[in-house]
């Protein structure tokens, strides 16, 4: 079982829909969670940190159920620019190594 | 200003070149990092430096050294690769490599071997 699992997608969606992206994660030490963005031959950006108290930038939600171990990610009115690979990516105690997801692709159709 | 710069953006080179990588971050950020990728997967961790020492070695074969001359600069030095190394290599540094640390990624190198 990996320890950082997501749906591979690719998740097609109309322009102003809203999307939401589950990630399960296998260890309960885990203590940091990100979502992070890559595009098509680009280098990952962070997109957000999600904490405990689920937070929210813009369009953007995150929220972390610590008891079923998942992270959600919610897009509200999606855009064309949103087309993109979401990772969900996970941080255990103790450990400066991040645990990736493989990875949700998203294509925003006009 | 969050960025990572990383040298050349593309490498072609034979199995018997020696080659290096580099990167760079003026962050003040004291963990650097090396991750591979190949298309379509998620990024690997390769090295972590932290505060210019060796923190971690995912097993990495010898054929990728790297070197961290200071805290701004990360290397990694290649040679004998094989053409299965061929990749994109990533660099990433955070600020002290803690847990609420966010790593920035600089835009990466695609690495091709013959």
């Known amino acids: 079982r990996k320890e950082v699992e997501q749906d591979p997608g690719p998740f097609n969606v109309p322009e102003g829909a809203t999307v939401a992206f589950n990630c399960t994660y296998s260890?309960?030490?885990?203590?940091?969670f990100f979502w992070y963005r890559q595009d098509c031959r680009k280098e990952p950006k962070l997109l957000m940190s999600?904490?405990?108290s689920g937070n929210e930038d813009g369009r953007f939600t995150a929220q972390l159920n610590r008891a079923s171990q998942y992270i959600s990610l919610l897009i509200r009115d999606s855009k064309l620019s949103d087309s993109a690979t979401y990772l969900c990516?996970?941080?255990?105690?103790?450990?400066?190594?991040?645990?990736f997801g493989t990875g949700t692709r998203l294509l925003v159709s006009p | 200003d969050t960025e990572v710069t990383q040298t050349p953006k593309h490498l072609v080179m034979g199995m018997t070149n020696k080659k290096s990588l580099k990167c760079e971050q003026h962050?003040?950020?004291?963990?650097m990092y090396w991750y591979k990728q190949k298309a379509k997967k998620p990024p690997e961790l390769m090295f972590v430096?932290?505060?210019?020492?060796?923190?971690i070695n995912e097993s990495v074969p010898s054929r990728f050294s790297p070197e961290c001359p200071n805290s701004s600069l990360l290397n990694l030095h290649l040679h004998a690769l094989q053409p299965e190394d061929s990749a994109l290599y990533l660099c990433?540094?955070?600020?002290?490599?803690?847990?609420?640390?966010?790593?920035?990624f600089g835009p990466g190198t695609r690495l091709t071997v013959l």
């Open positions: 990433a540094s955070s600020l002290v490599g803690g847990l609420g640390d966010t790593q920035y």
């Open positions: 260890n309960s030490a885990s203590q940091s």
């Open positions: 999600v904490y405990s």
């Open positions: 990516v996970v941080r255990n105690t103790g450990f400066q190594k991040l645990v």
């Open positions: 962050m003040g950020h004291r963990a």
């Open positions: 430096y932290s505060y210019e020492k060796l923190s």
